[in-house]
């Protein structure tokens, strides 16, 4: 069974380097409020990912919302372990800027095509930001 491997190339929003499996939305996300920072948990109601777990994940994501209290949750979530791996934003903005630079979380934005609708939930991501690289294996599906 073959298996399927893309890159879409974008910019450095923030160095560094980090793989795992990918959490898609095609939402923006809140960290004040949004986000459980001692779990990981979605919990705004409503949310497409509300009640799935972040932590230690790729995030794909439209953009972040809300107030600069998120980039503060951020590094507490880097801290608790809660945090996702990486960033991979449509559109980036201060709030999850900043929250990713002080917790060290590489993010990948402006890519040649939308990551929300070419990533899919499950699938492999290695983002060099670095390079400006996110590479992609998609997950073996079911049937």
Known sequence: MATETFVMKGKKIVTGKAS?????????ISFNGG???????VT???????GQNIAGKIL?????????????KIYDMVSRRTAPAAFVQV?????TTIGAIIGNIPVVAGLDQDPTAV???GDFVELDADAGTVAVTRRASNG
Do not use: C, Q, W
Request: aromatic share 4%; hydrophobic share 30%.
């Open 119 to 121: 990533i899919r939930n």
């Open 20 to 28: 795992g499996e990918a959490i898609v939305t095609k939402e923006a």
């Open 44 to 50: 705004e109601p409503g949310h497409e990912l509300e």
């Open 91 to 95: 559109t980036p903005e201060g709030v």
């Open 35 to 41: 986000v459980d920072n001692m779990t990981g948990i």
């Open 60 to 72: 794909v994501f439209l953009t972040g919302k809300g107030s600069t209290g998120g980039s503060y």
